[in-house]
Protein backbone atom coordinates (compact mmCIF):
# COMPACT_ATOMS: atom_id res chain seq x y z
CA UNK A 1 0.00 0.00 0.00
CA UNK A 2 2.16 3.02 -1.29
CA UNK A 3 0.95 6.51 -0.77
CA UNK A 4 2.80 9.74 -0.24
CA UNK A 5 3.14 9.47 3.09
CA UNK A 6 5.20 5.94 2.64
CA UNK A 7 7.64 7.49 0.03
CA UNK A 8 8.18 10.44 2.26
CA UNK A 9 9.24 8.83 5.28
CA UNK A 10 10.43 5.88 2.98
CA UNK A 11 8.00 3.15 5.03
CA UNK A 12 6.08 0.31 3.85
CA UNK A 13 2.87 0.84 5.45
CA UNK A 14 1.26 3.96 5.88
CA UNK A 15 0.68 3.81 9.55
CA UNK A 16 2.01 5.96 12.06
CA UNK A 17 2.09 5.52 15.66
CA UNK A 18 0.97 8.38 17.98
CA UNK A 19 4.14 10.35 19.69
CA UNK A 20 1.68 9.28 23.33
CA UNK A 21 3.73 11.19 26.37
CA UNK A 22 3.72 8.35 28.64
CA UNK A 23 3.36 5.70 26.12
CA UNK A 24 5.16 5.97 23.09
CA UNK A 25 8.43 4.94 24.53
CA UNK A 26 11.72 2.93 22.97
CA UNK A 27 9.24 -0.97 22.79
CA UNK A 28 6.64 0.41 21.28
CA UNK A 29 8.29 2.66 18.79
CA UNK A 30 10.20 0.19 17.38
CA UNK A 31 8.07 -2.79 17.01
CA UNK A 32 6.37 -0.27 14.73
CA UNK A 33 9.09 0.92 12.86
CA UNK A 34 10.22 -2.98 12.74
CA UNK A 35 6.69 -4.05 11.23
CA UNK A 36 7.23 -1.54 8.08
CA UNK A 37 5.04 1.47 10.00
CA UNK A 38 6.91 4.50 11.46
CA UNK A 39 6.87 4.68 14.83
CA UNK A 40 6.64 7.61 17.01
CA UNK A 41 8.47 8.01 20.50
CA UNK A 42 6.28 10.66 22.93
CA UNK A 43 8.92 13.15 24.71
CA UNK A 44 6.77 15.36 26.29
CA UNK A 45 7.25 13.16 29.51
CA UNK A 46 11.08 12.69 29.60
CA UNK A 47 13.95 14.99 30.44
CA UNK A 48 16.35 15.62 27.82
CA UNK A 49 18.74 12.81 28.99
CA UNK A 50 15.65 10.20 29.09
CA UNK A 51 14.58 10.79 25.50
CA UNK A 52 18.12 10.61 24.43
CA UNK A 53 18.22 7.38 26.35
CA UNK A 54 15.13 5.94 24.55
CA UNK A 55 15.97 7.14 21.05
CA UNK A 56 19.36 4.95 21.61
CA UNK A 57 17.27 1.82 22.47
CA UNK A 58 14.75 2.58 19.41
CA UNK A 59 18.13 2.35 17.43
CA UNK A 60 19.58 -0.66 18.98
CA UNK A 61 16.07 -2.68 17.90
CA UNK A 62 16.06 -1.15 14.86
CA UNK A 63 17.16 0.98 11.66
CA UNK A 64 13.88 1.33 10.22
CA UNK A 65 13.20 5.62 10.15
CA UNK A 66 11.31 7.09 13.58
CA UNK A 67 10.00 10.60 14.81
CA UNK A 68 9.91 12.41 17.90
CA UNK A 69 6.65 14.43 19.53
CA UNK A 70 7.42 16.81 21.52
CA UNK A 71 4.59 19.55 23.14
CA UNK A 72 6.17 22.82 21.60
CA UNK A 73 3.68 24.61 24.13
CA UNK A 74 5.59 23.45 27.45
CA UNK A 75 8.37 25.51 28.80
CA UNK A 76 11.97 24.61 28.25
CA UNK A 77 14.60 25.08 25.58
CA UNK A 78 12.97 23.38 22.29
CA UNK A 79 15.75 24.61 19.93
CA UNK A 80 18.15 22.38 22.51
CA UNK A 81 15.66 19.16 22.41
CA UNK A 82 15.14 19.73 18.41
CA UNK A 83 18.79 19.61 17.83
CA UNK A 84 19.00 16.16 20.29
CA UNK A 85 15.91 14.88 18.04
CA UNK A 86 18.31 15.20 15.22
CA UNK A 87 21.52 14.81 16.11
CA UNK A 88 20.24 11.31 17.99
CA UNK A 89 18.97 9.83 14.37
CA UNK A 90 14.83 10.77 14.24
CA UNK A 91 13.59 10.91 10.76
CA UNK A 92 10.66 13.52 11.69
CA UNK A 93 9.93 15.81 14.16
CA UNK A 94 6.18 16.35 14.98
CA UNK A 95 4.84 19.16 17.11
CA UNK A 96 2.08 18.84 19.35
CA UNK A 97 0.20 22.34 20.71
CA UNK A 98 1.83 24.50 17.93
CA UNK A 99 3.72 24.96 14.87
CA UNK A 100 7.42 24.92 16.00
CA UNK A 101 8.55 28.39 13.32
CA UNK A 102 12.14 28.47 14.76
CA UNK A 103 13.35 25.19 14.67
CA UNK A 104 11.75 24.30 11.24
CA UNK A 105 14.63 25.68 9.21
CA UNK A 106 16.86 23.95 11.68
CA UNK A 107 15.49 20.57 10.95
CA UNK A 108 15.30 21.26 7.36
CA UNK A 109 18.88 21.47 7.30
CA UNK A 110 19.86 18.71 8.63
CA UNK A 111 17.76 16.47 6.51
CA UNK A 112 14.31 15.98 8.98
CA UNK A 113 10.92 16.43 8.30
CA UNK A 114 8.74 18.21 10.32
CA UNK A 115 5.00 17.05 11.61
CA UNK A 116 2.68 19.30 12.94
CA UNK A 117 -0.46 17.85 14.85
CA UNK A 118 -3.82 19.94 13.62
CA UNK A 119 -7.12 20.49 15.08
CA UNK A 120 -8.79 22.64 12.57
CA UNK A 121 -7.99 23.51 8.83
CA UNK A 122 -6.54 27.16 9.59
CA UNK A 123 -3.99 24.62 12.11
CA UNK A 124 -3.16 23.32 9.17
CA UNK A 125 -2.72 25.96 6.72
CA UNK A 126 -0.45 27.86 9.05
CA UNK A 127 1.37 24.59 9.70
CA UNK A 128 2.37 24.70 6.13
CA UNK A 129 3.21 28.12 5.62
CA UNK A 130 5.60 27.39 8.14
CA UNK A 131 6.72 24.74 6.79
CA UNK A 132 6.14 21.53 7.57
CA UNK A 133 6.45 18.41 5.79
CA UNK A 134 3.37 16.66 6.65
CA UNK A 135 0.23 17.50 9.03
CA UNK A 136 -1.93 15.46 11.42
CA UNK A 137 -5.74 15.98 11.30
CA UNK A 138 -6.89 15.08 14.17
CA UNK A 139 -10.71 15.09 14.97
CA UNK A 140 -12.18 15.42 18.11
CA UNK A 141 -12.58 11.16 19.05
CA UNK A 142 -8.94 11.36 19.05
CA UNK A 143 -7.39 10.38 23.04
CA UNK A 144 -5.26 13.29 24.66
CA UNK A 145 -4.91 17.04 23.51
CA UNK A 146 -7.85 17.36 21.24
CA UNK A 147 -9.76 19.97 19.78
CA UNK A 148 -14.20 20.20 18.49
CA UNK A 149 -14.10 19.11 15.12
CA UNK A 150 -14.85 15.16 14.11
CA UNK A 151 -12.25 13.00 12.11
CA UNK A 152 -15.18 13.00 9.26
CA UNK A 153 -15.35 16.43 8.92
CA UNK A 154 -12.08 17.70 9.38
CA UNK A 155 -9.87 15.27 7.12
CA UNK A 156 -11.38 15.93 3.57
CA UNK A 157 -11.31 19.64 4.70
CA UNK A 158 -7.97 19.68 5.33
CA UNK A 159 -6.96 17.76 2.32
CA UNK A 160 -8.94 20.46 0.15
CA UNK A 161 -6.84 22.80 2.14
CA UNK A 162 -3.32 21.75 2.24
CA UNK A 163 -3.03 18.23 0.58
CA UNK A 164 -2.05 19.39 -3.08
CA UNK A 165 1.64 20.38 -1.05
CA UNK A 166 1.72 18.15 1.84
CA UNK A 167 0.60 14.61 3.16
CA UNK A 168 -2.42 14.62 5.24
CA UNK A 169 -2.72 12.11 7.78
CA UNK A 170 -6.17 11.32 9.70
CA UNK A 171 -6.01 10.84 13.37
CA UNK A 172 -9.37 10.56 15.80
CA UNK A 173 -10.86 6.93 16.84
CA UNK A 174 -8.95 4.93 14.16
CA UNK A 175 -8.62 1.60 15.49
CA UNK A 176 -8.77 -1.14 12.68
CA UNK A 177 -8.30 -1.15 9.33
CA UNK A 178 -11.16 0.25 8.02
CA UNK A 179 -10.04 3.53 9.35
CA UNK A 180 -7.27 3.30 7.13
CA UNK A 181 -9.34 2.31 4.32
CA UNK A 182 -12.50 5.36 5.22
CA UNK A 183 -8.92 7.59 5.66
CA UNK A 184 -7.36 7.03 2.30
CA UNK A 185 -10.90 7.20 0.81
CA UNK A 186 -11.41 11.03 2.35
CA UNK A 187 -7.89 12.05 0.62
CA UNK A 188 -5.48 11.22 3.73
CA UNK A 189 -2.19 9.42 2.93
CA UNK A 190 -2.27 7.52 6.10
CA UNK A 191 -2.95 7.21 9.45
CA UNK A 192 -2.31 8.42 12.92
CA UNK A 193 -2.78 5.82 15.81
CA UNK A 194 -3.00 6.38 19.29
CA UNK A 195 -5.59 4.32 21.43
CA UNK A 196 -5.19 1.28 20.00
CA UNK A 197 -1.49 1.20 20.28
CA UNK A 198 -1.71 1.64 24.37
CA UNK A 199 -3.25 -1.74 24.33
CA UNK A 200 -0.39 -3.38 22.60
CA UNK A 201 2.27 -5.61 25.34
CA UNK A 202 5.09 -2.90 24.52
CA UNK A 203 3.33 0.14 25.34
CA UNK A 204 4.58 1.88 28.29
CA UNK A 205 1.84 2.96 31.37
CA UNK A 206 0.79 2.64 34.71
CA UNK A 207 -0.43 0.02 35.75
CA UNK A 208 -3.83 -0.78 35.15
CA UNK A 209 -4.46 1.76 32.11
CA UNK A 210 -4.17 -1.36 29.72
CA UNK A 211 -7.33 -3.45 31.83
CA UNK A 212 -9.25 -0.05 31.83
CA UNK A 213 -9.00 0.82 28.02
CA UNK A 214 -10.16 -3.35 27.16
CA UNK A 215 -13.28 -2.95 29.93
CA UNK A 216 -14.28 0.29 28.14
CA UNK A 217 -17.44 1.29 26.27
CA UNK A 218 -17.21 4.17 23.82
CA UNK A 219 -18.79 6.67 25.76
CA UNK A 220 -16.35 6.23 28.63
CA UNK A 221 -14.65 8.82 27.30
CA UNK A 222 -14.90 12.55 28.57
CA UNK A 223 -13.13 15.97 27.25
CA UNK A 224 -11.54 17.52 30.20
CA UNK A 225 -9.39 19.99 31.01
CA UNK A 226 -8.73 18.76 34.57
CA UNK A 227 -5.41 17.19 34.12
CA UNK A 228 -3.44 19.75 31.85
CA UNK A 229 -5.50 23.11 31.97
CA UNK A 230 -6.19 22.17 27.85
CA UNK A 231 -9.11 20.46 26.39
CA UNK A 232 -8.03 16.30 26.45
CA UNK A 233 -9.68 13.21 25.90
CA UNK A 234 -9.40 10.83 29.30
CA UNK A 235 -11.07 8.20 30.74
CA UNK A 236 -13.75 9.71 32.60
CA UNK A 237 -13.76 8.87 36.39
CA UNK A 238 -13.80 10.47 39.90
CA UNK A 239 -11.68 13.39 39.00
CA UNK A 240 -12.56 14.74 35.70
CA UNK A 241 -16.47 14.94 37.14
CA UNK A 242 -15.07 16.90 40.04
CA UNK A 243 -13.94 19.34 37.63
CA UNK A 244 -17.04 19.01 35.64
CA UNK A 245 -18.81 20.05 38.52
CA UNK A 246 -16.57 22.54 39.78
CA UNK A 247 -14.92 24.37 36.69
CA UNK A 248 -14.20 27.11 38.43
CA UNK A 249 -11.43 25.52 40.19
CA UNK A 250 -9.55 24.65 36.63
CA UNK A 251 -6.59 26.65 35.94
CA UNK A 252 -4.97 27.00 32.95
CA UNK A 253 -2.11 25.37 31.13
CA UNK A 254 0.13 24.68 32.43
CA UNK A 255 -0.55 25.52 36.11
CA UNK A 256 -3.40 23.23 35.78
CA UNK A 257 -0.83 20.28 34.57
CA UNK A 258 1.37 21.07 37.92
CA UNK A 259 -1.95 21.04 39.73
CA UNK A 260 -2.69 17.28 38.70
CA UNK A 261 0.58 16.29 38.82
CA UNK A 262 1.36 17.44 42.98
CA UNK A 263 -1.81 16.11 43.98
CA UNK A 264 -1.52 12.63 42.82
CA UNK A 265 -3.51 12.53 40.08
CA UNK A 266 -1.32 12.61 37.25
CA UNK A 267 1.36 9.83 36.66
CA UNK A 268 2.01 9.95 33.09
CA UNK A 269 5.19 8.31 32.36
CA UNK A 270 5.05 6.12 35.34
CA UNK A 271 6.12 2.69 34.58
CA UNK A 272 3.96 -0.90 35.05
CA UNK A 273 5.25 -1.19 38.46
CA UNK A 274 3.54 2.33 39.50
CA UNK A 275 0.23 1.61 41.48
CA UNK A 276 -2.65 4.26 40.82
CA UNK A 277 -5.64 5.12 42.17
CA UNK A 278 -8.21 4.51 39.13
CA UNK A 279 -10.66 6.85 39.99
CA UNK A 280 -8.36 10.00 39.50
CA UNK A 281 -5.46 8.73 37.21
CA UNK A 282 -4.47 10.64 33.67
CA UNK A 283 -5.29 8.11 31.38
CA UNK A 284 -5.62 9.54 27.85
CA UNK A 285 -8.11 7.45 25.15
CA UNK A 286 -10.04 8.01 22.15
CA UNK A 287 -13.63 6.91 21.75
CA UNK A 288 -12.58 3.99 19.32
CA UNK A 289 -11.85 2.64 22.76
CA UNK A 290 -14.95 0.37 22.79
CA UNK A 291 -13.55 -1.54 19.44
CA UNK A 292 -10.91 -2.47 21.94
CA UNK A 293 -11.26 -5.84 23.18
CA UNK A 294 -7.37 -7.67 23.50
CA UNK A 295 -3.77 -6.65 23.92
CA UNK A 296 -2.19 -7.39 20.76
CA UNK A 297 1.39 -7.33 19.79
CA UNK A 298 1.75 -3.70 17.77
CA UNK A 299 3.94 -5.80 15.12
CA UNK A 300 0.61 -7.46 14.56
CA UNK A 301 -1.42 -4.87 14.45
CA UNK A 302 0.63 -2.77 11.99
CA UNK A 303 0.49 -5.82 9.39
CA UNK A 304 -3.29 -5.67 10.45
CA UNK A 305 -4.04 -2.50 9.75
CA UNK A 306 -3.42 -2.63 5.92
CA UNK A 307 -4.53 -6.12 5.71
CA UNK A 308 -8.03 -5.37 6.85
CA UNK A 309 -7.55 -1.79 4.75
CA UNK A 310 -6.89 -3.71 1.91
CA UNK A 311 -10.14 -6.68 2.29
CA UNK A 312 -12.18 -3.67 2.28
CA UNK A 313 -11.35 -1.52 -0.61
CA UNK A 314 -11.23 -4.33 -2.51
CA UNK A 315 -15.09 -5.24 -1.25
CA UNK A 316 -16.56 -1.45 -2.30
CA UNK A 317 -14.53 -1.65 -5.32
CA UNK A 318 -16.12 -4.54 -6.08
CA UNK A 319 -19.69 -3.37 -5.42
CA UNK A 320 -19.21 -1.16 -8.59
Not at 294 to 311: C, H, N, T, Y
Amino acid sequence: MRTRLTDILEIEHPVMLAGMGGVSYHELVAAVSEAGGFGCMGASTMGLERMVEEMGLVRRRTDKPFGVDLLTALPGDLPAQVAAVIEHGARVFVAGLGVPRDVVELCHDNNVLVASMCGKVRHAVAAVGAGCDLVVAQGTEAGGHTGTVATLALVPQVVDAVGDRVPVVAAGGIVDGRGLAAALTLGADGIWVGTRFIATPEAWGTAGYKERLLAMAEDDTVVSRAYTGKTCRVVRNDYTRHFEEHPEQLQPFPAQLLTSMETGANHLGGGPDLEVDPDREFWPAGQGVGAIHELVPAGELVRAFVAEAEAVLDRVASLR
